[in-house]
């Protein structure tokens, strides 16, 4: 089966002829996002949208810029990227396909900061002030502070569901045991 190039929507033409798209979503039943996941694609999204200001934010965008769309690490495992990467979006297309797409478009001059952060912002439902949140806030501290050290694994230790979920059974029994 052959996908080809989506062709996104142009929505509105903005002064400096950057286009806003009607971004494909992911289907909800394609895969399960961990919370750990998402808040790793946060950091890549944030670091995106202050490459240029924050060198800390540079750094890391240039060491995972070797895999595709920067889906390595500092921020995932090359395992996780690629299978993100393969996920199926709401258009019928791979989220690999469809930024691909949206860079041959760019002649593959894509502005990290005007096109592909919100575009994975869109695609992966992290909404619109995911950064401002205090858990954000907190995640993000901690993995600045692991991706220094980290080397060429992913910033911190990713959790799978298997592991959040064994977490919360820990969580649960400790609170049984205290009540």
Same mark, same amino acid.
């Not at 949208?49 to 924050?54: E, H, L």
């Not at 502070?145 to 592991?163: F, I, M, Q, V």
């Given at each position: ?90 258009? $019928? ?12 478009? $760019? ?73």
């Amino acid at each position: 089966m052959s996908v080809e190039a989506p062709n996104p929507e142009v929505t509105e033409t903005v002064e400096n002829d950057e286009r806003n798209f009607a971004f494909p979503s992911l289907n909800p039943d394609a895969a399960v996002i961990t919370f750990d996941v998402k808040c790793r694609l946060g950091c890549l999204v944030h670091d995106l949208q202050r490459f240029k200001s924050d060198s800390g934010a540079m750094s890391r965008v240039e060491k995972a810029n070797l895999y595709p769309f920067c889906f390595g690490p500092p921020y995932l495992s090359p395992a996780t990227g690629e299978a993100l990467l393969d996920l199926i979006l709401s258009n $019928k297309s791979a989220v690999r396909v469809y930024l691909g797409g949206m860079a041959g478009e $760019k002649g593959y001059h894509i502005c990290t900061s005007h096109t592909l952060a919100p575009a994975l912002a869109k695609i992966f439902n992290l909404g619109d002030d995911f950064d401002v949140k205090s858990s954000f806030k907190q995640y993000y501290s901690r993995f600045c502070s692991a991706a220094r050290y980290c080397g060429d694994g992913p910033a911190l230790e990713e959790l799978t569901n298997s592991d959040t979920s064994a977490e919360s059974e820990k969580k649960k029994s400790k609170s049984k045991r205290r009540g």
